[in-house]
């Protein structure tokens, strides 16, 4: 390939760029580029307009470039500009080439500091350029601003890994000299997708505002952080005089000045300053293009054969052909069945991060909901002392009795048993609730074919439905079964003999010591005359539940023991958004400073239920619980 060909290299990479982005995709090829990385008021903004000649990108405090640029230089004798999204629209004025990358960048992103992926492509045309292909990246942020969103960090990160862990991305890591460079931003991300530093290029900016009696001479000598493309510095104007619109000329013309006169890089000074940079990068990517070319070509074609084959398929395409149908129908059918095996198995596939589905909810209708339905089943103390009285005296008739007779303790055990019954109905009726609205998520995707989606929706739940009562039948037996004897020789079962003496142990077997059941975020209810409510962090163990100033756990607030704790529901407050629960000593001792109980509030009461369900786990249980029910009948019986 002669010189002539090699300089039409970059335009063919740019027409192949403008091609993919005008169809949204880039069909799998990576085509060679090079991203401009750093972090924000690096001078990336800067080092482009020295390029070009002009001042046309966005400037200001915070994250000015929230949508990647696409900007494609061409050496031209005319001087304007082009944007692929106004076709045919030659841009002349440079300030309105800013105003256009403002206004579209807030089309996608909104006029907030938030970020997109979607590139904005520029063609700028002009005497001063040489063919360059460049990529213009957000800068690296550490702390969210405004209404950002507050992960935009990881965001940014995610956005520039798209694209410089590509072989066929070359990156320019931008880094200000007066700063650490060895705790630079940009040549950190660089070093982790290219570790050897053969994909990487060096730009050193602001080299005239490193303090006195300090330099950039060994790291512009590519000393001490070696790069495999080395380093070039660069001068930029300062923010004064890009307010006072110095002219860009005179800027390179002070660049070049700066480097011939000082006296740690006179002797680099011609490979140095925004000119070299421009030549090396223009024969770099040159270079670059042409070794990944035998590779792209050898994509494109099987591609161009891939696609050709499918064209070749629709040629005789009949769209009222009965095996097509059928075979998108199954198609479609099949992924259904994958998806909602997914919901509910669980799967790494586009996980959900905002709130629970499918398998996930109905883990925690078995692991929190059910059981705190549990110990929610009401009883009347006074009835049950009257019931036990006469079931005893029942069974007697008329003679008088010596013991406790064990048919009238079996049948105000069933009685109990019995109660068992609702909340498990109720715990199958939640299931399959849930198992429904998994059936209607994944069917979202046959909303093209409501016919379809409808008949599926219905076949599915129907079979659900039908199971429902299957299921139901299946949990009353088990409970008749349990009704049907009363193992008295069970290990659960605390005979009264021996009561009295085991009793002791029944807390010890509560978990194991110091296990950790449940963290998390709590507020601390307290009234404003005794220092108002508070957030903590709050862990809970088997044995104690404590709170911290926050999440590292360093500074403990107070450790309350569990032993007579009981749990109480709170009214929420007429003004209070958040739900609350309580926890009280059964003595009557103060639980937290000179407070009887303490409430503890969360933001919905799906977090109230989850924390009453750890407290279970611990052996904290309501005010009314199994073991009250227990304790009640052993003393009853006794007495009798």
């Known amino acids: 390939m002669g010189n002539r060909g090699m300089e039409d290299l970059i335009p063919l990479i740019n027409k192949l760029q403008d091609a993919f982005s005008s169809i949204g995709q880039s069909c799998n090829l990576d085509l060679p580029q090079i991203a401009v990385v750093g972090g924000q008021s690096a001078g990336k903004s800067s080092v482009l307009e020295n390029f070009v000649g002009r001042d046309f990108l966005p400037r200001g405090s915070g994250i000015v470039t929230r949508r990647p640029l696409i900007l494609q230089l061409v050496n031209n004798k005319a001087e304007y500009a082009e944007f692929l999204h106004c076709k045919g629209k030659k841009f002349v004025d440079f300030d309105e080439v800013r105003s256009e990358i403002e206004a579209e960048t807030d089309r996608i992103t909104g006029t907030n500091k938030g970020i997109s992926p979607i590139p904005i492509n520029l063609r700028v045309y002009s005497p001063n350029v040489l063919n360059l292909t460049l990529i213009d990246l957000p800068g690296m942020t550490k702390v969210a601003v405004g209404d950002q969103p507050h992960d935009i960090e990881h965001q940014i990160r995610d956005m520039l890994m798209q694209f410089i862990t590509k072989e066929s991305c070359l990156i320019l890591a931008v880094t200000p000299a007066n700063t650490d460079l060895a705790n630079s931003d940009a040549l950190k991300i660089a070093k982790e997708v290219d570790p050897q530093g053969l994909r990487t290029i060096g730009v050193i900016t602001k080299l005239d505002l490193m303090d006195e009696g300090t330099d950039a001479r060994d790291i512009l000598e590519n000393k001490l952080l070696p790069l495999r493309r080395g380093y070039i510095g660069v001068v930029n104007r300062s923010q004064k005089d890009i307010d006072g619109r110095k002219d860009i000329r005179a800027a390179l013309a002070a660049e070049r000045k700066f480097f011939l006169s000082h006296p740690a890089y006179r002797h680099i000074a011609e490979r140095m300053g925004t000119p070299h940079l421009q030549k090396t990068l223009n024969q770099q990517l040159t270079n670059h293009i042409r070794d990944t070319l035998p590779g792209l070509r050898s994509k494109l074609q099987s591609q161009l054969l891939s696609l050709e084959k499918e064209v070749e398929e629709y040629k005789n395409f009949r769209p009222d052909d009965p095996t097509r149908k059928t075979k998108a129908l199954l198609q479609m059918v099949q992924q259904f069945g994958v998806d909602f095996e997914k919901c509910i198995e669980g799967s790494g596939d586009q996980v959900d991060t905002v709130e629970l589905s499918g398998g996930a909810r109905i883990n925690r209708i078995f692991h929190e909901r059910f059981p705190f339905e549990l110990v929610k089943i009401v ?262």
């Not at 009835?383 to 009238?408: M, Q, Y």
């Not at 046959?446 to 949990?475: A, M, N, W």
């Open 379 to 640: 009883f009347d103390e006074k009835e049950l002392r009257r019931e036990i009285s006469h079931a005893i005296k029942n069974v007697h008739g008329v003679r008088t009795g010596l013991f406790t007779p064990d048919l009238a303790f079996e049948a105000i055990v069933k009685k109990q048993i019995v109660k068992l019954k609702e909340p498990c109905l109720k715990c199958i009726d939640l299931v399959i609730q849930e198992l429904i609205n998994t059936v209607r998520q994944c069917t979202n995707k046959l909303g093209s074919y409501p016919r379809l989606r409808e008949e599926t929706e219905r076949i599915v739940t129907t079979h659900v439905r039908e199971r429902e009562g299957k299921t139901k039948d299946q949990v009353l037996l088990l409970i008749d079964i349990e009704l049907s004897y009363i193992n008295t020789n069970h290990e659960d079962f605390i005979g009264f003999a021996n009561a009295q003496q085991r009793n002791p142990h029944v807390n010890k077997k509560r978990a194991i010591p110091n296990q950790v059941i449940r963290k998390g975020w709590l507020t601390i209810n307290i009234s404003i005359m005794k220092g108002g409510s508070k957030e903590y962090w709050f862990v809970l163990t088997a044995e104690s539940l404590s709170w911290y100033k926050d999440e590292e756990e360093k500074e403990k607030k107070y450790m309350l023991p569990l032993d007579n704790l009981k749990l109480r529901d709170v009214e929420k407050g007429f003004m209070s958004t958040k739900h609350t629960f309580a926890i009280f000593n059964t003595e009557q001792r103060n639980v937290y400073k000179d407070l009887r109980q303490i409430e503890l509030a969360c933001d919905s009461q799906d977090d109230v239920d989850s924390w009453k369900a750890s407290f279970l786990r611990a052996g904290v249980y309501p005010e009314k619980d199994q073991n009250h029910l227990y304790n009640l009948f052993k003393k009853y019986f006794k007495e009798i």
